[in-house]
């Protein structure tokens, strides 16, 4: 199994900064994905951001140039950079991996760590 510690949500104004990290361990593999997505009230969860182990990003377009997704190989760690941030952007986000185990596909989930934009 994987386990994911999510730390850095919290309380900020719009227009503010945020860095999500994300620790994987356990069972965790440096081949595989690691990404956030998040989920509003009422809403269904939703990707954020993705990131290979090679390094190739995904965004989704609401937050695309505002929010930058990294990792650290050597820690296991993910990152989310959340600047620009606006009051939609409030929700609780999520860690994810994904990736391969006896030929079978697994994906693993943080706890979540809440995010609440707002003056």
């Known amino acids: 199994q994987v386990q994911l510690v999510e730390s850095g949500g919290g309380l900020v104004q719009p227009g503010g900064s945020l860095r999500l990290s994300c620790a994987a361990s356990?069972?965790?593999?440096?081949?595989?994905?690691m990404g956030w997505y998040r989920q509003a009230p009422g809403e269904q969860r939703e990707l954020v951001a993705v990131?290979?182990?090679?390094?190739?990003?995904n965004y989704a377009d609401s937050v695309r140039g505002r929010f930058t997704i990294s990792r650290d190989n050597a820690k296991n760690t993910v990152y989310l950079q959340m600047n620009s941030l606006k009051p939609e952007d409030t929700a609780v986000y999520y860690c994810?991996?994904?990736?391969?185990?006896?030929?079978?596909?697994?994906?693993?989930w943080g706890q979540g760590t809440q995010v609440t934009v707002s003056s």
């Open positions: 994810n991996t994904n990736g391969w185990r006896s030929g079978r596909p697994y994906v693993s």
């Open positions: 356990g069972s965790f593999f440096r081949a595989d994905s």
């Open positions: 990131i290979s182990s090679g390094g190739s990003t």
